[in-house]
């Protein structure tokens, strides 16, 4: 079975721009997170969507936001870039998150995002 | 929210020793504690995780206890080879209404000598 896929795996930006990031989940799967990892702040949950519904949402500004499609893909978005959103950003995908049972998570390999 | 730590951040041993990586978690509700492995340049690999209603599960050479009571969570790692270096983080969750999102460590550079 085919992992998760990221799209792209590379990225520059300058300030001000915007990004759209993708990811492809695990057939079957019916949930994606995104995570951001820094050096300084670590890995950082962003959100979560499951059924095309964000359910689950971290403490990230409104500027990244994110959907989910009906075949499960999702994207993320992050407008008017700063410098200090360069990072990798992880998708994580998992079979079901229907509530009071953690399924594991299975990450894909990033997208690593420089903004300049 | 749910405050993880993990200890140490960096450790060194030779092949062929055991590796041991600590993390306590604050939030009792949490229920769910994975171990991932992330090599240079690739996402996190889960290499095995635990829910709170188990003490301890292995999985060949590595296993991973669970102390509810404490709070505190380990990584073994038996017989270590090279290939076993790399970054490892633990990470804490709680399956609240669909609310399951991770709480990682600061990760621990694993270094195998050979």
């Known amino acids: 079975k085919a992992g998760v896929t990221q799209t792209p795996r590379y990225l520059i930006k300058t300030r001000g721009q915007q990004v759209t990031l993708s990811c492809s989940p695990i057939?079957?799967?019916?949930?994606v997170s995104w995570y951001q990892q820094t050096p300084g702040q670590g890995l950082q949950f962003l959100f979560e969507?499951?059924?095309?519904?964000?359910?689950n949402k971290g403490n990230f500004p409104g500027r990244f936001s994110g959907r989910q499609f009906s075949n499960s893909r999702s994207e993320m978005n992050v407008s008017t870039l700063e410098l200090g959103d360069s990072a990798l950003y992880l998708c994580?995908?998992?079979?079901?998150?229907?509530?009071?049972?953690?399924?594991?998570?299975?990450f894909g390999p990033g997208t690593r995002l420089t903004v300049l | 929210g749910e405050n993880v730590e993990q200890h140490p951040s960096t450790l060194s041993v030779q092949e062929g020793d055991s590796a041991v990586i600590k993390c306590t978690y604050s939030?009792?509700?949490?229920?769910?504690f994975p171990w991932y492995k992330q090599e240079l340049g690739k996402g996190p690999q889960l290499i095995i995780d635990?829910?709170?209603?188990?003490g301890e599960k292995k999985d060949q050479r590595i296993a991973v206890t669970l102390n509810k009571t404490a709070k505190h969570f380990s990584l073994h790692i038996t017989e270590t080879q090279p290939e076993d270096s790399a970054v490892y983080f633990c990470?804490?969750?709680?399956?609240?209404?669909?609310?399951?999102?991770?709480?990682f460590g600061t990760g621990t550079r694993l270094t195998v000598i050979p």
């Open positions: 994580a995908s998992s079979v079901d998150t229907s509530g009071g049972y953690t399924d594991t998570q299975y």
């Open positions: 057939s079957g799967h019916r949930s």
């Open positions: 969507y499951f059924s095309e519904t964000q359910r």
């Open positions: 939030d009792s509700a949490s229920n769910y």
């Open positions: 635990i829910r709170s209603n188990v």
């Open positions: 990470a804490a969750s709680r399956a609240a209404g669909g609310a399951n999102n991770l709480f």
